[in-house]
């Protein structure tokens, strides 16, 4: 367990019983040292009154901690791992710090630290996800149900263009248009694909854009990417393991799925998943040669 506001000092670690649990009956040097230690250990049945004793309890990302520069930790306390599934976020975990240090190296840099107002704009962040997934099994049926009646009203089925059957002749030639448009960084010819009101989403960061036009804008942005795509399914539509070309080396590296939503002879929805490691229940690996 990591606290804020305090610079380790190397070379002293006090090892404090938490007695029959009550803070009462800490001594006053026991109380002390909770009270301004840069960094506490835990067991886990230390109870909630003895904890209170410490400074709050920070850590930005679960990752970073500010105070303790070059130093990473792996889902950490303030991690989002637990209201996920653990191994991805693991995965997930390593892959960015892996990541981190190598643009680290590249850059001859050689110190990084979390800052102050980093870490509490992610705790405040966490919680408030956090608060939002404790949610009953009745209010999320609800919710479901909300979103059908509304999806019917303001889009009735005469009017929505049916997905076409999977792995069918039509599914496969929208498929593979859209599969030759992106990989050749065609946008012009990726967006005229698309419905009139197309999302192009890509979790997990908050990156939502609709419509043409703000789909065009965004692709338009980040051009001169071009991308390998191997075709595979997912939730029963259709997909691709993304890889991206190293200007440097004869390698593409993964960057996550795209699932693609279809309707009629359209694509009505982009799904970027771009965490790579989402490619292993695909089959898919990590890198492919150029």
Not at 6 to 29: E, N, Q
Not at 37 to 61: C, H, N, T, W
Not at 233 to 238: D, K, S, T, Y
Request: net charge negative; charged share 20%; hydrophobic share 40%.
């Amino acid at each position: 367990m990591t606290t804020r506001g305090r610079k380790p000092r190397p070379g002293r670690i006090m090892f404090v019983g938490s007695g029959p649990g009550d803070p009462a009956l800490l001594t006053t040097r026991a109380a002390t040292v909770l009270a301004n230690a840069p960094l506490v250990f835990i067991d886990p049945d230390v109870p909630e009154p003895v904890l209170a004793l410490a400074l709050p309890v920070v850590v930005l990302l679960g990752l970073a901690v500010p105070g303790f520069p070059n130093l990473f930790t792996i889902t950490g306390p303030g991690s989002p791992s637990v209201l996920s599934n653990m191994r991805l976020s693991i995965e997930q975990h390593v892959d960015w710090i892996t990541d981190c240090l190598a643009y680290l190296a590249e850059h001859g840099i050689a110190a990084i630290e979390a800052t102050e107002g980093a870490q509490e704009s992610w705790v405040a962040h966490a919680a408030e996800v956090a608060d939002t997934l404790e949610t009953s099994e009745d209010s999320v049926k609800s919710a479901l149900r909300r979103a059908r009646v509304t999806t019917e009203r303001l889009f009735p089925a005469s009017d929505r263009g049916r997905a076409p059957e999977p792995n069918s002749p039509t599914e496969h030639e929208l498929v593979r248009r859209f599969a030759d448009a992106w990989m050749a960084d065609d946008i012009d010819g990726v967006v005229a694909l698309l419905t009139e009101d197309a999302w192009f989403t890509m979790p997990p960061p908050p990156l939502e854009y609709q419509g043409r036009s703000a789909i065009y804008e965004y692709l338009n942005w980040r051009g001169g990417r071009r991308h390998k795509l191997i075709p595979t399914r997912a939730n029963g539509q259709p997909a691709f393991g993304c890889y991206r070309a190293d200007s440097q080396t004869p390698i593409a590296h993964a960057v996550g799925v795209l699932v693609l939503t279809l309707a009629g002879d359209r694509v009505s929805a982009i799904t970027h998943f771009v965490d790579s490691s989402v490619l292993g229940p695909f089959g898919l690996p990590r890198t492919l040669r150029s």
